[in-house]
C-alpha cells in the first residue's frame, strides 16, 4: 500500500522561503512509471497544480508556469522522499499544500495536506 | 496556463443524474486524452474518481462516469446520493508539458 507523509512548518513570514517534504512508503521516488506532484487548494483559487518530478532514465521537473520563478522540486532518492521549495512567499500563498502520486493522467495517492499560513 | 471551465455550482435530487461539464482548449483538453475528475469533501483529502477521460479506479462506484467531446470534457453521477454532495474538480495534462486544474463545481443534494 503506498502512503504519503507530508512535513514541514504551517507558519511562514512574507518573503521566506516554504519548504515541504513528503516522504514516500510502498513505492519508489524512482519509479519509472509514476510522476510525483505537488498540488494545492485553497478557498479562493480551488486545487492548483505546482508542479512535479519523475525519473524516466534521466529526472525531469515540470512546474506551473506562474510559479516557474519561485519554485523548485527536488527528488531525494536516498531518503525516497521529494521537496518542495516556494521561494519569497506572499499571503497569496497560504493553502492546503498536498504531495500527489501521478499515475498519468491522475492522482491515485495523497498525503494527508499541510496548511501553509503566510503571515508576519 | 489558464484554469479548465467548470459551472460554479450544479444540484440534482437524490436518484437523479447530474453532468458536470469542464471546457478547456485545443492544447489541453482537445489535444490528449489526460483528463481526471476529483472529489472533494472539504477538509478531507482529494479523491481521483475518473482518469484518463472515462476509467475509474478500483473502488469508485460505477454511478461515475466520464467522457469527452472536442475542448469539452464531462463527469455524469448518476443516482445521485446525499454523501456524492462536495466539490468536484476536473484536471487535464497541457501542450506545455503542465497540468491544469478546473475551477471547481459545488455539488449540492436537494
Known amino acids: 500500500q503506498v502512503h504519503l507523509q507530508q512535513s514541514g512548518p504551517g507558519l511562514v513570514k512574507p518573503s521566506q522561503t516554504l519548504s515541504l517534504t513528503c516522504v514516500i512508503s510502498g513505492d519508489s521516488v524512482s519509479s519509472n512509471t509514476f510522476a510525483w506532484n505537488w498540488i494545492r487548494q485553497s478557498p479562493s483559487r480551488g486545487l492548483e497544480w505546482l508542479g512535479r518530478t519523475y525519473y524516466r532514465s534521466k529526472w525531469y521537473n515540470e512546474y506551473a508556469l506562474s510559479l516557474k520563478s519561485r519554485i523548485t522540486i527536488n527528488p531525494d532518492t536516498s531518503k525516497n522522499q521529494f521537496s518542495l521549495q516556494l521561494n519569497s512567499v506572499t499571503p497569496e500563498d497560504t493553502a492546503v499544500y498536498y504531495c500527489a502520486r501521478d499515475r498519468g493522467a491522475g492522482n491515485d495517492y495523497w498525503g494527508q495536506g499541510t496548511l501553509v499560513t503566510v503571515s508576519s | 496556463q489558464s484554469a479548465l471551465t467548470q459551472p460554479a455550482s450544479v444540484s440534482g435530487s437524490p436518484g437523479q443524474s447530474i453532468t458536470i461539464s469542464c471546457t478547456g482548449t485545443?492544447?489541453?483538453?482537445?489535444?490528449?486524452?489526460?483528463v481526471s475528475w476529483y472529489q472533494h469533501h472539504p477538509g478531507k483529502v482529494p479523491k481521483l474518481m475518473i482518469y484518463?477521460?472515462?476509467n475509474r479506479p478500483s473502488g469508485v462506484s460505477n454511478r461515475f462516469s466520464g467522457s469527452k467531446s472536442g475542448n469539452t470534457a464531462s463527469l455524469t453521477i448518476s443516482g445521485l446520493q446525499a454523501e456524492d454532495e462536495a466539490d468536484y474538480y476536473c484536471s487535464s495534462y497541457t501542450g506545455s508539458s503542465t497540468v491544469v486544474f478546473g475551477g471547481g463545481t459545488k455539488l449540492t443534494v436537494l
Open positions: 484518463m477521460v472515462s
Open positions: 485545443s492544447s489541453d483538453i482537445g489535444a490528449y486524452n489526460y
